[in-house]
């Protein structure tokens, strides 16, 4: 019996401390004009625009909806941006000859001597 009183004592005395901790706790009070706030709010009859298009673009499916568009526009423009590099090489390779460049390096270094 001796141990068990031992081992409560410390307990005992732990339930004491926290139980005078609350001695020191106050009330919380709320802001001012809380209730005020909280009725008017209440008796408000209708959402005003902003709050109409809050609550709609809000919803999960609009939000996933706007990123599938999102990412399907840049799927496409990635798409169609390798096609159409691929026709402007196309046509870069059958404009350029040899002939095309050497009327090019040659009209580059005709130059005319304008001093008397």
């Known amino acids: 019996m001796k141990n068990i009183d031992m081992n ?6 732990k339930i004491e401390e ?3 901790s609350l001695d020191a706790v106050q009330r919380a009070t ?5 209730m005020t706030r909280i009725h008017a709010r209440m008796n408000k009859e209708s959402l005003s ?3 109409r ?6 919803q999960p499916r609009w939000i996933l909806t706007g990123l599938c568009l999102v990412l399907a526009m840049n799927a496409a423009v990635v798409l169609f941006n390798n ?3 691929d026709a402007v090489v196309s046509t870069i390779e059958q404009t350029n000859s040899e002939e095309d460049y050497s009327t090019a390096v040659a009209t580059l270094y ?3 001597n304008n001093e008397p």
């Open 8 to 13: 409560q004592t410390p307990l005992k005395n």
């Open 83 to 85: 096609r159409s590099n």
């Open 53 to 58: 298009v809050g609550e709609l673009f809000i």
């Open 49 to 51: 625009v902003w709050e």
């Open 110 to 112: 005709d130059l005319e």
């Open 30 to 34: 709320p802001r001012p004009f809380l």
């Open 18 to 20: 926290a139980l005078q």
